[in-house]
């Protein structure tokens, strides 16, 4: 499958892997430059399918300015095989692995991490244990606790409880418990396994602070102003040696918005960012 | 920094894509019952969209409906965790 027309090329393709097939589009570079590469990691679960249209722009923008660009389905999500249930933390890791071996096979130049959300999070984890060495990450609106993201997404059970006062109060905790006896929860139409959940409530932003990796932080809100704790965190890695330009953009929060929105501002912001890293 | 109660609204409305429909920054502006879009699993991003902007974390238990009823009361609620 290939687009047509004048909208940019990419291609679609499967690599094997463990457990089966991987989905990847890669957009290639073009024109005459060619300034790097560039490996997307999406955010975790409906978060992915909000964020699709986003991903998709950038790494058309990203594709103009001489980068090439490859976007993979972890496992269990999107296109790629296996259940989210049986998704593990270290597979995931091992996509990575997978996709960035053969990004360097078919893209020259340095080669960047671009994660949103999760994302942005598995980017870190990834670019600290990986042997190959990255120019430097990209981060979209990461989370700041594994912790914190996990109780969101719990509480997306408890929606209708929580208001009515029915809920003994202890909700989050309770459905916490079930996973601790190691079993799989249903949340929002995705299976959650008690090993992925407790992989997610260990990470935390500050914490994964990379040595001598340079990071672009972006923060999309209505303010176009960092928030406070982002700010705080940002604080946290430069206190620990650890340089990050956080940028805010002006708009929606795209990644968890009802309706499917953009924000090209974003976009300008980003691809600006990564043409100045090489300069 | 913007007054708490400005951060506050300009949380509301992004989480629940308002596009400025909550109007002038007003304590008085009533919130659940009022907004439409404000429903339970709402009720939820908006939690989220709070703890991830001012970096604090709700308990389950300090959820309750009264908290949402103006935007005054949330921002109260707000300033109480800012504090704690």
């Known amino acids: ?279 | 920094m913007n007054a708490v109660i400005e951060q506050v609204r300009t949380v509301v409305d992004s989480a629940l894509q308002l596009r400025g429909r909550l109007g002038a920054c007003d304590a008085a502006t009533p919130l659940l019952g009022a907004i439409p879009e404000l429903d339970s699993m709402a009720v939820v991003s908006l939690i989220t969209a709070l703890e991830e902007h001012f970096g604090f974390t709700v308990a389950d238990d300090e959820i309750e409906a009264a908290t949402f009823a103006t935007l005054g009361s949330l921002t109260r609620f707000v300033r109480q965790k800012l504090d704690a």
């Open chain 1, 1 to 279: 499958m290939s687009s047509t027309g004048s909208q940019a090329p990419f291609q679609a393709l499967f690599l094997p892997a463990t457990g089966g097939e991987r989905f990847c589009v890669f957009h290639p570079a073009r024109g005459e430059a060619r300034r790097g590469s560039v490996l997307y990691l999406h955010p975790f679960a409906e978060e992915m399918n909000k964020s699709r249209r986003m991903a998709a722009s950038q790494a058309r923008s990203f594709a103009a300015r001489g980068y090439s660009v490859l976007q993979i389905d972890l496992y269990g999500c999107g296109d790629s095989s296996g259940d989210f249930g049986d998704a593990r933390w270290d597979l995931w890791n091992d996509d990575i692995a997978l996709a960035a071996h053969w990004l360097a096979r078919h893209a020259e130049g340095p080669m960047h991490l671009w994660g949103l959300r999760l994302g942005a999070l598995l980017a870190l984890d990834h670019a600290r244990q990986a042997g190959r060495s990255f120019a430097g990450v990209l981060l979209w609106q990461p989370l700041t606790s594994g912790a914190q993201f996990m109780t969101q997404f719990l509480r997306m059970r408890l929606a209708g409880e929580m208001l009515s006062g029915a809920a003994p109060g202890n909700g989050t905790d309770r459905l916490r418990a079930e996973l601790a006896a190691g079993r799989t929860l249903e949340v929002a139409g995705y299976e959650l396994a008690p090993k992925l959940a407790s992989a997610i409530e260990r990470l935390d932003l500050v914490r994964l602070a990379p040595k001598e990796l340079p990071a672009h932080w972006f923060e999309v809100n209505l303010e176009g102003k960092p928030s406070p704790a982002l700010g705080r965190a940002a604080q946290a890695w430069r206190a620990a040696g650890t340089e990050v330009d956080l940028h805010a953009v002006h708009g929606e929060p795209f990644w968890s918005s009802v309706e499917i929105s953009e924000c090209p501002g974003l976009i300008a912001a980003t691809s600006d960012a990564l043409a100045l890293t090489h300069a």
